[in-house]
């Protein structure tokens, strides 16, 4: 899986993020800033982003994500 397909998949599922990653095609550092992550708890704000690439965790094609939520 490349990086860039991380990131539109993490930006089709959090409209209006701005997304940052990094990887070696297992293994990835995501860093999603959005304001739909106000009032959320940090739980809750890397659920988001981990519900954006559930089928590709669950399929083993994305191994590992490390996440990193920023407010704007």
């Known amino acids: 899986m490349e990086t860039e397909a991380v990131k539109a998949l993490i930006e089709a599922g959090i ?3 701005k997304v940052e990653v990094t990887g070696d095609g297992r293994h990835f550092e995501a ?3 959005s304001a739909l ?3 959320k708890s940090l739980i ?3 659920r988001m982003v981990k519900d954006a690439v559930k089928a590709q965790i669950e399929s083993d094609e ?3 994500l490390s996440i990193k939520t920023l407010l704007p």
């Open 37 to 39: 992550f106000d009032g």
């Open 62 to 64: 994305l191994h590992a």
């Open 15 to 17: 409209p209006g993020a």
């Open 44 to 46: 809750q704000q890397h």
């Open 31 to 33: 860093t999603v800033t």
